[in-house]
């Protein structure tokens, strides 16, 4: 599976970007995708994930009720949508293809096979 993660850009405190990540390859053994960041200097960090059949999603607690994570089976791509951004959202922001499914241990980076590139996200106040 190869993904590729895209939408990063610098926005103004409480603005709104969307992220896309693309697959590709070997799709239809994804079980489930998830959004990570890393800010510099910092460890990289669970942000949201979602089943690649059914609606099931988890959100890091940091982002519930202004992240939305969502995917385009058709399009074989996953978004995050992020409102009311914050400064403190600002990191590189990492796609990633799960080994298990049902969202097993979706916030630990060691539950994710393939990875995508990032994108940066810069927020400032």
């Known amino acids: 599976v190869q993904l590729q993660a895209y939408g990063g850009g610098l926005v103004q405190a409480g603005g709104s970007l969307r992220l896309s990540c693309a697959a590709s390859?070997?799709?239809?053994?994804?079980?489930?995708l998830g959004w990570f960041r890393q800010a510099p200097g910092e460890e990289r960090e669970f942000v949201a994930a979602m089943a690649w059949r059914g609606s099931s999603t988890s959100y890091a607690d940091s982002v519930k009720g202004r992240f939305n994570i969502s995917r385009e089976n058709a399009k074989n791509t996953l978004y995050l949508q992020m409102n009311s951004l914050k400064p403190d959202d600002t990191a590189v922001y990492y796609c990633?293809?799960?080994?298990?499914?049902?969202?097993?241990?979706?916030?630990?980076?060691?539950?994710?096979?393939?990875w995508g590139q990032g994108t940066l996200v810069t927020v400032s106040s």
């Open positions: 990633a293809s799960s080994r298990y499914p049902d969202l097993y241990r979706s916030n630990w980076p060691t539950s994710y096979k393939y």
């Open positions: 390859g070997r799709v239809f053994s994804i079980n489930g």
